[in-house]
């Protein structure tokens, strides 16, 4: 009778045993498909997020321009505009001014022949907006570059890095190839149409590679 009765037990045991190894099996092949299945949606949401980006976004890009005197003076300098990861760094290094502020503008054409700069045409406005501070909510021309201030020497740098630009990227919003850099004697208050008065046009230089 006790034989009996264990070997019932023995069999009870063992069917335990296996039922919960089944289990364990389980829940292990559940587990692996949640995990292909959410590395699968993670690849297919970056490869959309690639998608989006332009194709000029990680081409990078150099551009270098030399900027001649206008209207008599000696105002001169050197710019370089370089894009990396769709963002357009300009730099720019200014001589022979008067000291103080003077504005600095992207022109419509990169045509710096004429002895007063006029023939580069008037401010850079592809977006069709009023003159205005960059970044201004009532609106401002992507060629509103702004003021920089000259030192007792003459000398002066500006910096400007944006994504609202670009080199050569074929989009008539953003690109600035075929523009000019237009340094003035005045200084840009930002307000008087269509230019901000920034008066005389003192150098020039195209955009061109």
Known sequence: MNHKILGLALVALCLFVSCK??????ETVIEEEVTEETNSTTE???????????????????????????????????????????IVTMMAVLDGLSPGEHAIHI???ADCTSDDGKSSGGH?????QPHGKWGDANGYHKGDIGNFVANDKGH???????????IGCGDDTKDILGKAIIVHE?????????????????????IIE
Request: glycine share 10%; aromatic share 6%; proline share 3%.
């Open 21 to 26: 190894s089944d289990k364990k099996e389980k």
């Open 44 to 86: 297919t949401r970056d490869a959309s997020e690639m998608k989006e980006k332009p194709a000029y976004f990680s081409e990078k890009r150099k551009v270098r321009l030399s900027l001649e005197s206008k209207s008599g003076s000696n105002a001169n300098g050197n710019i370089v505009f370089t894009q990396e990861d769709g």
């Open 107 to 109: 022109h419509e054409k």
């Open 124 to 128: 850079w406005n592809p977006t069709a």
């Open 156 to 166: 002066g740098t500006i910096t400007k890095v944006t994504s609202e630009w670009c």
């Open 186 to 206: 005045g200084v840009d208050d930002f307000t008087s149409q269509p230019s901000g008065a920034a008066g005389t046009r003192i150098s020039c230089g195209g």
